[in-house]
C-alpha cells in the first residue's frame, strides 16, 4: 500500500510539473540517444566481433585477450606514457611557474605574455604539425641548424630508427599546451587572499618559500583537476604524433616508436581493419585507464582526516 502512494505521488508530481519536465526532457532525449546509447553500445560491443556491415558474433572476453597479447598494444601504451609523463611534467610544472611569475608582477606588461603563452592553445594542431615538421627537417630545420652551431651532429628527428620522435612529439606537445595550464593556475592564484600573500612577504618569506608552502598547497584541488586533464589529453594523444610522422600513415613512423594508444584504436577502426568490436575493446581499457588513475590522484592528494578517509573540502569532521 505505501508503495502504490508513492508511485501516485510520483506521477501526481509528474503532472503537475509537466511543463518543466517538457523543457528539459529535450537536453535529456539528445543524450540519451547520442551520449547514453554510444556508451552502452561501445560496452556491449567490446564483447563481440562486427565489421559494420556483417551480424555481431559473440566472443566473451577473446578481444581483451587479444588486445593484451597484441605487442603493438603494449608499445603503444609504453610510448603513450613515456610521451605523457614527460610532457605533463613541462605542462604542469612550467605552466604553475609561470602562472606564479605573471601573478606575482616580476615582469612588466604581464597582458602580453600570457597572450604569447597561451596563442599556441589556439593554433591549429596540422598547422602547428606543418611548422614543427619543417623545425625538425633533417636538412633544413632549425633544430639540426642550432645544433650544428653548437658542434653537435644532426639528428634525424621524424626518421631513422625513430628514436627521436618521442622527443619531438614530447617538444610541440609540451609547446602547445602549457599556455593551457599556465591559465587555469593563474585563474587558482589570483583567488588566493593578497593578505596571506603579504603578511609572508613582512616575514621575509623569499618567493620559492611562498611558492612551496602557500600557493601549492591552496591550489591542490586546481592541480588535481589539471593532472586528470592532462591524463584524459594523453591517452587520447593523436594529432602530434600522426601529423608528424607523416599523415597518411597510422603505424607510428619508424619501429613504430610514435604509436600512441589512440592511433592504435584508430588503426583497428575506421581508418585500419573496421574490426568495430576489437577497437570498442581497446577504447574500454583506456577507458579504465583513466579512471583509475584519476582515482589514485584523487586519493593522493586528497586531504584526509585522522581515520585516513577522504573528505570533501569544507567538510567538518568531528
Avoid at 31 to 58: E, H, N, S, Y
Avoid at 211 to 240: A, D, H, M, Y
Wanted: aromatic share 14%; charged share 10%.
Amino acid at each position: 500500500m505505501p508503495v502504490t502512494n508513492s508511485r501516485r505521488g510520483l506521477l501526481k508530481e509528474i503532472r503537475r510539473n509537466r511543463v518543466a519536465y517538457a523543457y528539459i526532457a529535450p537536453f535529456y532525449i539528445l543524450f540519451a540517444i547520442f551520449g547514453l546509447f554510444p556508451i552502452v553500445m561501445g560496452v556491449g560491443l567490446g564483447f563481440f566481433t562486427w565489421r559494420g556491415t556483417t551480424a555481431p558474433v559473440f566472443l566473451g572476453l577473446k578481444n581483451y585477450i587479444d588486445l593484451f597479447d597484441s605487442k603493438l598494444f603494449i608499445k603503444s601504451l609504453g610510448n603513450t606514457a613515456i610521451m605523457g609523463i614527460t610532457g605533463n611534467f613541462f605542462n604542469l610544472f612550467g605552466g604553475l611557474v609561470l602562472a606564479y611569475i605573471l601573478n606575482s608582477k616580476l615582469i612588466k606588461y604581464p597582458n602580453i605574455f600570457k597572450t604569447i603563452y597561451f596563442l599556441p592553445m589556439v593554433t591549429s594542431a596540422v598547422a602547428a604539425a606543418v611548422v614543427f615538421r619543417a623545425l625538425f627537417n633533417n636538412n633544413a630545420g632549425i633544430f639540426n641548424y642550432i645544433l650544428e652551431t653548437l658542434g653537435f651532429e644532426r639528428i634525424f628527428w621524424l626518421g631513422g630508427t625513430g628514436n627521436y620522435l618521442k622527443p619531438a612529439v614530447i617538444i610541440m606537445f609540451s609547446w602547445q599546451w602549457i599556455g593551457w595550464n599556465m591559465v587555469i593556475y593563474l585563474a587558482g592564484m589570483q583567488g588566493i587572499s593578497l593578505d596571506i600573500i603579504e603578511s609572508a612577504i613582512v616575514d621575509g618569506a623569499s618567493h620559492v618559500r611562498i611558492f612551496l608552502r602557500i600557493t601549492l598547497p591552496i591550489l591542490k584541488p586546481v592541480i588535481l583537476f589539471t593532472i586528470i586533464q592532462s591524463t584524459i589529453g594523453t591517452i587520447n594523444l593523436f594529432t602530434e604524433p600522426f601529423m608528424l610522422t607523416g599523415a597518411n600513415r597510422m603505424d607510428g613512423g619508424a619501429n613504430a616508436q610514435g604509436l600512441t594508444a589512440m592511433m592504435f584504436l584508430l588503426n583497428q577502426a575506421p581508418y585500419g581493419s573496421n574490426n568495430y568490436g576489437f577497437a570498442s575493446a581497446c577504447a574500454n581499457v583506456l577507458c579504465v585507464i583513466i579512471i583509475l588513475i584519476s582515482i589514485f590522484c584523487t586519493n593522493l592528494m586528497g586531504e584526509r582526516d585522522n581515520n585516513g578517509f577522504i573528505k570533501k573540502r569544507g567538510s567538518k569532521v568531528p
